[in-house]
């Protein structure tokens, strides 16, 4: 038996425990190195000499347009068999011409107030139809305005975007 005057060496840890606290050093670094990839914007591979953004081809254009317009005639009939109020179906106007608009040029028309539409100098037709149809409707208190109207200024922009 060791006497009360001797020291007793320092408790020692287990190799386990190191490996386990290296282990978990590695864990954090992976997952922050993942979410720098992970999240930092997308570049877009071009190969020399060819376009950014190649432009659609008529026939896509073509069909693109039909597309839209068969959605503007089965908002334009729901509303006229009264299975959508004027109000949701100006708002549905609405949002299938700025999708059209995305869709034919890229252009972010979903997400952009009038005021930046006009900034941006989009078409007129479409600047009219958004001013004079699906913003009062949307966003005025009264009655809205008829979905008829509506629904040919959304099938004037569709057959007029350049």
Known sequence: ????????????????????AI???????????????????????????????APLTADVLAQLRG??????QRIEDAYRSGNMDPKRAN???????????????GLEAPVLSLEDLVDRGVDPALIDAIRRHY???????????DPVYGAEAARKVVNSWH
Do not use: C, K
């Open 1 to 20: 038996m060791p006497a009360s005057d001797d020291l007793y060496p320092p408790a020692q840890y287990g190799g386990a425990w190191i490996l386990l």
């Open 23 to 53: 282990g978990i050093l590695l864990l954090i670094g992976l997952a922050a190195w993942l979410l720098v990839v992970l999240t930092r914007p997308r570049r877009s591979i071009t190969l020399p000499g060819s376009p950014a953004h």
């Open 67 to 72: 597309e839209y317009l068969t959605d503007v």
């Open 91 to 105: 708002l549905e106007l609405s949002r299938t011409v700025r999708n059209f608009v995305n869709e034919y040029s």
């Open 135 to 145: 913003y009062p409707s949307i966003f005025q208190r009264g009655p809205a305005i």
